[in-house]
């Protein structure tokens, strides 16, 4: 008996840490950051000198209309199916960039999602190419280039060029798919009759912690945002932004090839990866001004008169959907790109269920049936075992009279009564413990569920019906403000949906049909688990809320039916039928 209690309260214990330890963690002791990969010798890596910004803008910032509606240097538009921007012709640098598929609410008149924005405003996030060397002279962040074009479309791209005025024809041309890809070509024509030395770069710019529209993107110990690439063979999502500031100037620095580097969001990606094999110098940096570069520079080249040379770096500035960044990591050649999203040690069971979920949605066209046309299927190939368990069950129901029985008789012995309750066990064949694995099964379900609902941008103010109108997003209507007839709002913790009412009440129904614990303590555990849940559940994504709610529906509509042809639950039944 013993070993039953302890086991189905280690059951419960691990599903509430499991499910709540995310929620707790966050607000009462987050873990330390992990340390930071090792990095290549100092001395072996040559960067660029890192962008500083002007004086007078560590002191104050401008919003980004008033930057672009004031720049002092000509733009070029971004145009294509899904992004919307401009190139800022001084610098050479893409800073102005929406995403017009994705937006910051719900609201239809709410502002598309900004992921780019100018130097000087409390968003800055750019893309900047250029080149290192010495001996002539070479453009720089202020440099005023010219366009062959007024838009860059997928069908339009754009050459910006420059002469230093010795010699050298600098080019940058820029090509723009039909998705949120960019393809970056810098080219060095030497006209001149001396050789010279030069390397191409690549950098981003980035002010401070991701953001999600106007919300930043914190760093959770389930979800990495911030500084991440492919380099080495290996996946980095370890680097955080206070390694970078620990790191100073010298920054964290390693070779790349066949890789990519940038800073990694929730649901957005600015990253820069070279084409090709070739390998490059890189590094993520801390600047003053709570800034932070990922930067990457080629190898140092030799370009005779007459000569010309020809660098390519692909930059993706978007959403970080999954079929896309996998057609990227085929067509573009850049490795592990769909990586970027964190699925986690798991990703080979959290993307099957993406999959399908995705494919599901794509045929019904509501994320929440979608989810619940998956809870069925998931339900119907876990049948079998439950079958299993709800027989074990139900014997364990048919066999209670006998063990309050026994646990009379030897309630002043309690190795008796365990002796004898193992017996009564053998003697019915009957496995307490049979009734486990059906809950082992669901709780890797249910992490990767969560774990799908939180990072596919997808399924990103999705809605369902009525006033689910964001599956991502905890459900929204609660009776604590009288749903929303109190003209305030409760906090997260406090403010429980309609479907966390709903997910601890089939929970205790179900917890109803399944066989009293004979234990007392074990009995009071059982008896407030259900509301437990519903308080520890009400923060999180509906979608979660609503897949549970259905799965305990269904759980509770099988093992009724399973139990009414038990013929032990029968007979049992008939016996008490006949006493009265």
């Known amino acids: 008996m013993d070993n039953s209690r302890n086991m189905i309260l280690a059951i419960a214990l691990s ?28 001395a072996d890596v040559v960067l660029p000198e890192a962008e500083m910004p002007a004086a007078e803008s560590v002191e104050a910032t401008r919003t980004v209309a008033d930057v672009l509606d004031g ?40 502002p598309p999602i900004r992921l780019l924005a100018p130097d000087d405003t409390d968003e800055t996030y750019f893309a900047h190419f250029g080149w290192a060397g010495e001996g002539i002279e070479m453009p720089d962040g202020d440099t ?14 754009v050459t910006l060029s420059w002469r230093n005025g010795t010699g050298q024809l600098f080019e940058i041309e820029l090509q723009v798919d039909a998705d949120f890809l960019f393809t ?14 030069t390397r191409p770069y690549a950098l981003l710019m980035h002010r401070g912690e991701m953001r999600s529209g106007a919300v930043p993107d914190p760093d959770t110990w389930l979800i990495h945002t911030g500084p991440a690439g492919f380099w080495d063979d290996v996946l980095h999502r ?23 580097l940038g800073f990694n969001g929730k649901y957005w990606l600015g990253a820069l990866a070279p084409a090709g094999d070739r390998t490059v110098d890189a590094a993520f940096m801390a600047l003053p001004d709570d800034r932070y570069q990922a930067v990457f520079t080629g190898q140092p080249t030799v370009i005779q008169g007459g000569r010309a040379l020809t660098t390519e770096t692909y930059f993706f500035a978007g959403a970080k959907e999954t079929h896309l960044l996998e057609r990227y990591e085929v067509e573009a050649g850049i490795n592990q790109l769909d990586r970027a999203i964190d699925w986690g040690w798991f990703y080979w069971f959290e993307l099957p269920l993406f999959y399908l979920l995705s494919w599901l949605f794509t045929t019904v ?20 075992i439950a079958q299993k368990q709800f027989s074990s069950m139900a014997g364990m129901r048919a066999v209670q009279p006998k063990m309050k029985e026994i646990q009379e008789r030897y309630k002043d012995d309690k190795p008796k009564m365990q002796q004898e309750v193992l017996a009564l066990y053998q003697r019915e064949k009957v496995n307490p413990l049979a009734g486990c694995l059906p809950i082992f099964l669901q709780i890797p379900i249910f992490y990767a569920l969560y774990k799908v609902l939180m990072l596919s941008v997808e399924m990103r103010h999705e809605p369902f019906m009525l006033w689910l109108q964001d599956l991502s997003a905890p459900d929204p209507l609660t009776p604590v403000n009288l749903f929303g007839l109190l003209a305030f709002t409760p906090p997260t913790w406090f403010a429980i949906g309609i479907l966390p009412i709903l997910l601890g009440i089939t929970m205790w129904l179900q917890f109803k049909l399944n066989p009293a614990p004979m234990d007392p303590t074990q009995q009071k555990i059982f008896s407030i688990m259900p509301w437990v849940f519903m308080v520890i559940m009400a923060p999180f994504a509906a979608g979660l809320q609503l897949y549970w709610v259905t799965s305990n529906i269904l759980t509770i509509a099988q093992q009724k039916w399973l139990y009414s042809r038990d013929p032990r639950l029968k007979e049992q039944a008939k016996m008490v039928k006949d006493e009265t």
């Open 15 to 42: 599903a509430l840490v499991l499910i709540g330890w995310s929620f707790i963690a966050e607000q009462v002791a987050p873990p330390p950051p992990e340390p930071a990969p090792e990095t290549a010798a100092e």
């Open 71 to 110: 720049n002092d240097a000509a733009r070029i538009a971004i145009e294509t199916p899904r992004l919307e921007g401009t190139v800022n012709l001084r610098g050479a640098r893409i800073d102005d960039l929406v995403l017009l598929d994705y937006r910051e609410e719900i609201d239809a008149d709410s």
């Open 144 to 157: 005023v280039w010219q366009a062959d074009g007024e838009r860059l479309t997928p069908d339009n791209p």
């Open 184 to 197: 970056i070509a810098q080219r060095v024509s030497n006209t001149g009759s001396a050789p010279i030395s």
């Open 238 to 260: 370890d680097l955080d932004f206070s390694d970078l500031d620990e790191a100073g100037s010298a920054g964290e620095r390693f070779s790349l090839q066949n890789g990519w």
């Open 365 to 384: 066209g509501n994320f929440g049936v979608a989810i619940i046309l998956m809870t069925f299927i998931v339900r119907g190939l876990m049948f079998p």
